[in-house]
């Protein structure tokens, strides 16, 4: 069974950074960054796949930054200028392939237990 491992989460005031790591237990093709507010559905906010292809949420363009290291298995989200609107659980997904609309679905073979993120004002 595959496993993802997220970490990085914590506190910060607003305006700070934050980076997040998603560790796999093997390659995966298609991973992505969603987000949970308390009592709200996940969203989808960032994912590349294995051609460097990334997409953004409008929640986060600009602001969040989304790399991997295919030698590690390890999907990257280096946050800045973090908002208190940002407060939520940040739990990496994956693939195997290619994922439609990756942002929008949450048909992915493989979730991570997540990480949280907590952004005072």
Known sequence: QVQLVESGG????AGGSLNLSC???RYLYSMTWFRQHPGKERAGIATLNGIGVAEYSDSVKGRFTVTRDSATNTLYLEMNNLKPEDTAMYI???SLG?????LLTEDY?????GTQVTVSS
């Open 23 to 25: 560790t796999a237990s």
């Open 109 to 113: 073979h493989f979730w991570g237990q």
């Open 98 to 102: 290619t994922v439609l609309d990756p």
């Open 92 to 94: 990496c997904a994956a």
């Open 10 to 13: 914590g506190s910060v005031q």
